[in-house]
């Protein structure tokens, strides 16, 4: 299946998507995580990107197309995929036509303030990019990745005044995609407030709707 995550930053994409990726046999491309990783390396693009990270602004889209297009093409895409955080913007979904069929859209909604508490109680794992929360989804050792034993960190851009424009920057660049989706009939809506299992299967059962 080839399902594009849309919704905004905290509602739980990320979370969701590591699951229905297991799930379904398919890679999660987040182009969240693909910049990250790039601003870590410091590569060309991370220098780009990172300012644009920084502040709670998109990355310019022509950027973040190349990069995009150029991981749909591996192998591991082929037989489907989960997109998490592509696309943002009008061109990248007119982009993301070009490239591939879409078969669904899961459209996880979820109060601001809620948004909020979940971004910035988030910690990461910098080297294998498990996520938790403080409160709600904390790992078993304070500070330390389940995982792979890593320290834990917040990550730049979950600072509160941070998060705060990335919602903005959703609500002006991002939610208009919600009605393109709908007109093509691909929008499934799933509230994202409960706990994650929970989440994961009304995501489930919207992927059989
Ligand atoms: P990106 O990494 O994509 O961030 P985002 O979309 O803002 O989403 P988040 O990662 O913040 O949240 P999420 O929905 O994945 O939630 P999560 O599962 O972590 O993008 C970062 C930046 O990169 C952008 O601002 C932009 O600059 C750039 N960028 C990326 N893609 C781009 C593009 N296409 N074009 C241009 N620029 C681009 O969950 C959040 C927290 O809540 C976690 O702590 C988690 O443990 C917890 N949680 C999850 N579910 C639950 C639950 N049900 N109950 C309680 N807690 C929960």
Known sequence: MRIILLGPPGAGKGTQAVRLAEKLAVPHISTGDILRRNVAKKTKLGLQAQPYIATGKLVPDDLVIEMTAKRLKENDARKGFILDGFPRTLAQANALEDLTEIDVVVNLFLDPEDLVKRSTGRQVCPNCEAVYHVLTNPPRKTGVCDKC?????????????????????????????????????????????????????????????
């Open 149 to 209: 034993g890593s320290d834990l960190v917040q990550r730049e851009d979950d600072k509160e005044e941070v998060v705060r424009t990335r919602i903005t920057t959703y609500e002006q660049l991002t939610e208009p995609l919600c009605m393109y989706y709908k007109e093509k009939a691909l929008l499934r809506d799933v509230y994202a407030s409960g706990h994650i299992e929970e989440i994961f299967e009304r995501i489930l059962e919207a992927l059989r709707r």
